[in-house]
């Protein structure tokens, strides 16, 4: 069965940066569409980026000017650039596929912001 595996994310301090990464442990056919979403604690899972197959993109306002999504289409792979990290974006951050038939989820990767 093929899984979305996540990487890059950690604590970091205030104005800090990260890159996020989702990377499809096999194929995947007809995916329409890559994003990421984020929890934070007590708070309902929301969307933080999303680039569909033509290469548009749309950001949570929160977000835009700071994060950057990008995708690898050969690799089937996501990425989220973070810039200007700021404390009120700590959550687990889930990477998402939307592709023929079904919908794919990360396992969640921690971003911590904190001086």
């Known amino acids: 069965q093929v899984q979305l595996v996540e990487s890059g994310g950690g604590l970091v301090q205030p104005g800090g940066s990260l890159r996020l990464s989702c990377a499809a442990s096999?194929?995947?056919?007809?995916?329409?569409?890559m994003g990421w979403f984020r929890q934070a604690p007590g708070k309902q899972r929301e969307l933080v980026a999303i680039?569909?197959?033509?290469?548009?993109?749309n950001y949570a306002d929160s977000v835009k000017g700071r994060f950057t999504i990008s995708r690898d289409n050969a690799r089937n792979t996501v990425y989220l650039q973070m810039n200007n990290l700021k404390p009120e974006d700590t959550a687990v951050y889930y990477c998402?596929?939307?592709?023929?038939?079904?919908?794919?989820w990360g396992q969640g990767t921690q971003v911590t912001v904190s001086s």
């Open positions: 998402n596929f939307g592709a023929t038939g079904r919908v794919y």
């Open positions: 096999g194929s995947i056919l007809g995916i329409s569409a």
């Open positions: 680039i569909v197959s033509g290469g548009n993109t």
